[in-house]
């Protein structure tokens, strides 16, 4: 028989606590794949989420004294996986607000230009990802967070792509003047 058809979550935690490492691997066993498909749904990166579930288990075993056995293992272990994903969220507002402002600023040129030709000709000197960046974000007029979202990445990735592709398409317009 293995440790999952003989102990329930409570007994893993017990054995834990007594120093049992076969039963912290047979818990993380358990719920790895749940809590990285949790922290994916956070925030929408598989690395971000591999890392916020390694976070997860840690504090968990850190703070193992903290658990009362009248309580659900799994919303325990939940309610920690989601205090990370939120702590997260929170960085990477701060991120958004600290270069929105810089990221505005650079855009007001191109915003200027009138000629729907170079704007297509400038757009099609990015790659893929900042042209889908840039039109999410001046066209659609969505947030970093939003195309993040749709693009399957980072805040900061989605802010990057922006500002380089901002960068790129300023200069292709000095070149053409």
Not at 20 to 36: C, H
Not at 58 to 86: D, Q, V
Not at 134 to 143: H, P, T
């Amino acid at each position: 028989m293995n440790m999952e058809e003989v102990y329930s979550d409570d007994a893993l935690v017990d054995q834990i606590r007594l120093g049992d490492e076969k039963a912290a691997e047979e818990l993380i066993k358990r719920y790895y794949t749940p809590v990285l498909r949790y922290c994916k749904r956070q925030c929408f990166n598989l690395e971000k989420a591999e890392d916020l579930t390694q976070e997860t288990f840690l504090k968990l075993f850190k703070n193992l004294s903290g658990y009362k056995e009248k309580r659900k293992f799994k919303a325990y272990l939940y309610t920690i996986a989601n205090h990370l994903c939120i702590d997260e969220s929170r960085k990477m507002k701060e991120c958004s607000l600290e270069n929105e402002e810089e990221i505005r600023n650079e855009c007001d040129e191109l915003r200027r230009i009138e000629d729907k030709s170079e704007i297509a000709y400038l757009l099609n000197v990015l790659s893929p990802e900042q042209r889908e960046a840039v039109i999410l974000r001046f066209g659609e007029e969505l947030s970093f967070w939003e195309i993040a979202k749709v693009m399957g990445c980072n805040m900061r990735t989605a802010q990057s792509r922006v500002r380089n592709a901002l960068k790129i398409m300023r200069k292709e317009q000095e070149n053409e003047r």
